[in-house]
């Protein structure tokens, strides 16, 4: 059963029954595979730093930006921007060194929707 969720800028994905790549996450005009380890951090992760983000908006001023980082064995995200509107970051620690990052338009939905990709 193979899942994909797109929106405005982003794009993720989901085949249980893909052989090596079983995840995908893009934006309107690229995307790239991802191993199933490698997808299950980057939702993790994503939500780790949006968590973070939304934690920092009562300590910091209006005008204030910040950046957050987090890594697992597969991959490194970075968040920066303010806590109501942030870029997301990307890059592979495996194999295949890809760094790719979402606007922060794009940004919302798209941790939503990989927050519930697994969700059936």
């Known amino acids: 059963m193979r899942i994909v969720k797109s929106g405005a800028g982003w794009r ?3 085949d249980p029954e893909a052989k090596e790549f079983k995840g995908l996450v893009g934006a309107e005009d690229w995307a790239i595979e991802l191993t199933q380890a490698e997808l299950q951090d980057f939702c993790r992760l994503s939500a780790q730093l949006s ?3 939304s934690q ?3 300590e910091l001023m209006d005008e204030e930006a910040i ?9 490194w995200m970075e968040v920066a921007g303010y806590p109501h509107a942030y870029s997301l970051r990307l890059i592979l620690n495996t194999g295949r060194r890809v760094e790719v990052s979402w606007a922060a338009d794009a940004v919302p939905d798209f941790i ?8 059936f």
């Open 56 to 58: 920092m908006e009562r």
């Open 67 to 75: 950046a957050c980082e987090a890594e697992s064995d597969f991959i």
């Open 51 to 53: 968590t973070t983000m």
């Open 12 to 14: 993720i994905g989901f």
């Open 112 to 119: 939503r929707a990989a927050q519930m990709l697994f969700v």
